[in-house]
C-alpha cells in the first residue's frame, strides 16, 4: 500500500507535456515475459483484439470476444459467477476452467472472477491450445493474457457515459501521468448499472438488475534502464440478479416465463494487487512478479427456479490467494534462446453453502419417498412427519490449495527452421475439511404428539494431489511470406471437491437413519481428479501480400482427452457434481484473416470443433460416440470498418463499423437428445471523432434474435437461459 500512497505523492509533482508514447531506452517494461502474441513466428494459434477494435466495436468483457476467436466461446450463463469457457470443444461450467486468465501478467486463480467489466484495456490475446508448460493449471484449453493501458504509453484525461435502453448506465473516467520520462502514474474509476432485461413474472420484477463499481490504479518506474517496476492495484463491486432460467416443458416444446419465488443474485468484492520487478542485463532479463487476491462473494439462488417452495441455496466464500514467480529469459538474438522460471501459489477459501429446505421441497423430495416405504413395509398406521415446516442443511467447508512448479524452455534457429522444446513440472495438493450437519424433529406414527430429534452430521476431510510433467515440442519453418509450423502440447486442470454435493449426501444420510437403515456414509463421491490432454497442432501464419495488409492464420487440431471433468446432475438429486467422464477427443480447423485496404478494413474467422465421449458410463448409460455438450460445434465471424471519408472541418473520422458472429449447433445433454441449431447476431455501430469529443451510436443483436445459452435438469424439471435480446445506445466521451 506505501507504493499506492507514493504514486499520489509523484502525481502532484510538475507534469510533461502530454505525449502518445514516451521512449524508455529501448526496454518496453510491459512486454510479456513468456509469450510475444503478436510475433507472426508463433507455433500456435492467437487472436489479439486491440484497445481500438475494443473500443470502436463496444467489447464490454469477454465474452463479447466469445467467437471472434475461432472456436473460442464464453456464453453468457445468467451470473458474473458463472463465467464458462469452452475452447476446440472443452470447457468446464462449474469449479477449475480450461482457460487461465492473466492481467498484466497477474494470474487470476478463480474464474468467478473471469466475467468484469473492460475499461482502458490496451489489449486482449486469445491463445488457443494447451498453455499448461509455460501457464501451468488450469490452461488445458489456452489461456487469455489482458494488458491495462500504461501511463508510459498513454498521458491524458479519459471519460466516456453511455446509455442503453433498459436503463443501462457506463461511466469511465481516468488520468494518465509521466511526471518523468521514467515514471508514469494512472487511476481509474469505472461504474455501471442496468435495470435488466428479463422479468421473473412471479416476483413481478427484473430479476437481472445490476450494479457494479471498479477503480484501478497503477505506477511504472524505469531506473536507468537496468530496472523496472510496475505495481497494479485493483479493487470491484458486484451487486446484481440473475439467472433468468425459464422452464422447458420437453413433450410441447414450450418455454415458460422466468417465474421463481425466492430472490436470486450475486454480490463480489475482490481486491488485487500485482508487484512486477524486472532486471535488464546484458543477455537477459529477470523478472519477479509477486500477486495477492482477495475474493468475497456470494450467490443466493431459488435452486429449483420454480414457483412453489422447495429449496434455496446461499453459498458464500471468502478467499485468500498469493502467487510468486520468477522468470529469466534470454534476450541475445541467435543460438539457442531460453526461458527458464518457478512458481509458487496458495490460496485458502472459507465457504459455507446452507441449503435451505421449505415446505413443498420437504413434502416431495424427501416426505414423499420415506411415507411410501413406511406404507409398503409398517402398514398404513405408520406416517413420516416433521415438526419443522422449513430446516436447513448447513455445509461449512476450508479449502487450502498450494502448487509450486518449475518449468524451461529453449529454442534453436538453423537457417529458416524454429525447433523449440519445454517442460513443466508441476505439483498441486488441495484438502477439503468439511462440516455438514442438520437438526430435525420427526415423528413416525399418525396418532403420536411426540417428535424426537434427529441431528445428521458428516464431518471429516479430502484430499486430492497430483503431479504432472507438461512437455510441449514445435517446429517450425519461416519463409518470405509466413510461417508453417507443428506443435505437440499437454494439458493441465486441476481437480477438486464437489461441494454442492453434501447436501444430496446428508439428505440420504437423514432418510436412513428415519427409516432404520444406516449406512455408513463416506465423502469419496465429492472427489474429482484432474484432467489431462494431449494436443496435436499442425498451423500457419501467412502474410502473402508485399504490403503487409493481408493476414491469415490457419490451425488443423487434434486434442486427446483423458479423465475429462464434466458437470453432471446426480438422478432424483438436488445438487450438481463434476465427475471424470472418462475420455474424449475433438479435432476441427479454425481459420483467421485480417484485410486492410485504404480505409477499410476487413476481419474474418472460422472455427470447427468435432468433440465426442469415447469413454463415458453414467447411471448405467454408455455415451461413447455422443458430442461433447454446451460447446458449439462452429464459431463464425465477420466485422467490417469502413473509414467514411468527411472534411476535417466536421470530424477527424466518421467510422461504421458492422459486425456478425454465430456459432453452431450446442448440444445440451450427454444424450444428445436436446440440441440448438446454429444463430447469429448483428451489430453495428457508427463514430465519429472531432478534436477531443466523440460520440458512438450502436446497437447488438440488432435483429433481436432470441436464443439460448444455457440448458440444465434439477429435480425432474428442464431449464434454459435464453440469451439477451436487442440492446442499442449512444457513448460519448472526451479525451484530453
Not at 425466492?262 to 509477486?290: C, E, M, P
Not at 518457478?342 to 414423499?368: E, R, S, T
Request: charged content about 20%; aromatic content about 14%; overall charge negative.
Amino acid at each position: 500500500m506505501n507504493l499506492i500512497y507514493l504514486i499520489f505523492f509523484l502525481g502532484l509533482l510538475p507534469v510533461d507535456e502530454p505525449a502518445d508514447t514516451i521512449m524508455l531506452s529501448g526496454v518496453d517494461i510491459v512486454a510479456s515475459m513468456k509469450i510475444d502474441d503478436e510475433d507472426a513466428a508463433n507455433a500456435f494459434s492467437c487472436t489479439t483484439v486491440g484497445r481500438a477494435q475494443i473500443e470502436n466495436r463496444h467489447y464490454n468483457s469477454l465474452k463479447e470476444i466469445s467467437s471472434i476467436a475461432p472456436n473460442f466461446y464464453q456464453p453468457d450463463y445468467g451470473s458474473r459467477m458463472t463465467s464458462s469457457i469452452y475452447v476446440r470443444g472443452f470447457g468446464s461450467r462449474i469449479d477449475q476452467p480450461v482457460v487461465g486468465l492473466s492481467i498484466d501478467e497477474v494470474p487470476v486463480l478463480n474464474k468467478n472472477c473471469y466475467d468484469f467489466d473492460f475499461f482502458d484495456i490496451d489489449k486482449v490475446s486469445v491463445m488457443r491450445g494447451a498453455q499448461s508448460s509455460l501457464y501451468g493449471r488450469n490452461t488445458a484449453a489456452g489461456a487469455v493474457n489482458i494488458k491495462t493501458l500504461s501511463p508510459l504509453n498513454f498521458q491524458g484525461k479519459r471519460l466516456a457515459v453511455e446509455y442503453a435502453n433498459e436503463n443501462s448506465l457506463r461511466v469511465k473516467a481516468s488520468h494518465y501521468a509521466a511526471p518523468t520520462t521514467q515514471f508514469g502514474w494512472s487511476a481509474t474509476l469505472f461504474y455501471a448499472h442496468t435495470d435488466g432485461y428479463f422479468e421473473n413474472t412471479e416476483r413481478a420484477e427484473q430479476c437481472d438488475e445490476g450494479d457494479n463499481i471498479s477503480m484501478r490504479l497503477r505506477a511504472q518506474y524505469l531506473a536507468s534502464g537496468r530496472w523496472s517496476v510496475d505495481n497494479s492495484f485493483s479493487m470491484g463491486y458486484v451487486d446484481e440478479g440473475g439467472y433468468a432460467y425459464r422452464s422447458y416443458n420437453a413433450a410441447t416444446g414450450v418455454l415458460a416465463p422466468v417465474a421463481y419465488n425466492d430472490k436470486s443474485g450475486y454480490r463480489r468484492f475482490n481486491i488485487g494487487d500485482g508487484l512486477v520487478f524486472k532486471f535488464y542485463f546484458d543477455n537477459f532479463t529477470l523478472s519477479s512478479t509477486t500477486a495477492y487476491n482477495y475474493l468475497d462473494d456470494c450467490m443466493r439462488m431459488d435452486n429449483d427456479f420454480l414457483p412453489m417452495d422447495y429449496f434455496t441455496l446461499r453459498q458464500a466464500q471468502k478467499e485468500h490467494s498469493f502467487t510468486q514467480e520468477l522468470v529469466a529469459k534470454s534476450t541475445k538474438e541467435g543460438g539457442v534462446e531460453w526461458l527458464a522460471g518457478v512458481f509458487a501459489m496458495y490460496k485458502h477459501i472459507d465457504m459455507d453453502a446452507p441449503v435451505h429446505f421449505k415446505k413443498y421441497g420437504i413434502d416431495n423430495l424427501i416426505l414423499k419417498n420415506a411415507n411410501q416405504y413406511y406404507y409398503w413395509n409398517l402398514g398404513p398406521d405408520r406416517e413420516l412427519s416433521f415438526r419443522e415446516n422449513d430446516f436447513v442443511i448447513n455445509d461449512e467447508f476450508d479449502i487450502p490449495v498450494c502448487n509450486v512448479a518449475a518449468y524451461a524452455q529453449a529454442g534453436y534457429k538453423w537457417r529458416s527452421f524454429n525447433f523449440q522444446v519445454g517442460l513443466r513440472a508441476d505439483y498441486e495438493y488441495s484438502m477439503m475439511d468439511y462440516d455438514s450437519y442438520s437438526l430435525v424433529h420427526y415423528k413416525t406414527y399418525k396418532n403420536i404428539d411426540f417428535y424426537m430429534p434427529l441431528e445428521t452430521t458428516l464431518a471429516g476431510d479430502k484430499s486430492v494431489d497430483a503431479f504432472e510433467l507438461l512437455p510441449h515440442v514445435s517446429l517450425s519453418y519461416e519463409f518470405k511470406r509466413g510461417n508453417v509450423y507443428a506443435a505437440l502440447r499437454r494439458g493441465f486442470k486441476s481437480g477438486g471437491f464437489n461441494t454442492q454435493l453434501f447436501s444430496d449426501i446428508l439428505q440420504n444420510k437423514m432418510t436412513g437413519d428415519i427409516i432404520g437403515n444406516k449406512q455408513d456414509t463416506d465423502a469419496a463421491s465429492t472427489v474429482y481428479k484432474p484432467e489431462t490432454t494431449w494436443n496435436y497442432e499442425l498451423g500457419t501464419h501467412l502474410s502473402p501480400l508485399s504490403d503487409g495488409s493481408l493476414n491469415i492464420s490457419a490451425a488443423l487440431f487434434y486434442i486427446d482427452c483423458r479423465d475429462q471433468q464434466l458437470t453432471v446432475f446426480p438422478k432424483n438429486g438436488t445438487g450438481r457434481m463434476m465427475s471424470n467422464a472418462g475420455r474424449s477427443h475433438s479435432y476441427g480447423v479454425e481459420v483467421s484473416a485480417n484485410y486492410k485496404i485504404g480505409r477499410m478494413r476487413l476481419d474474418a474467422s472460422y472455427g470447427y470443433a468435432h468433440a465426442e465421449f469415447d469413454e463415458f458410463l453414467s447411471n448405467g448409460v454408455d455415451y461413447a460416440g455422443n458430442i461433447l455438450p454446451l460447446a458449439p460445434r462452429e464459431t463464425y465471424s465477420l466485422n467490417l470498418e469502413y473509414n467514411i471519408p468527411v472534411s476535417h472541418d466536421f470530424a477527424n473520422y466518421l467510422l461504421l463499423h458492422v459486425g456478425y458472429s454465430a456459432v453452431g449447433r450446442i448440444y445440451w445433454n450427454e444424450e444428445n437428445s436436446l440440441s440448438q441449431s446454429g444463430y447469429g447476431l448483428l451489430s453495428a455501430s457508427l463514430s465519429w471523432e472531432k478534436g477531443h469529443f466523440g460520440a458512438s451510436l450502436w446497437g447488438k443483436n440488432l435483429l433481436d434474435k432470441e436464443y439460448n445459452t444455457f440448458y440444465f435438469s434439477s429435480i425432474g424439471n428442464n431449464f434454459f437461459a435464453q440469451g439477451k435480446p436487442l440492446q442499442a445506445g449512444i457513448s460519448l466521451y472526451l479525451n484530453l
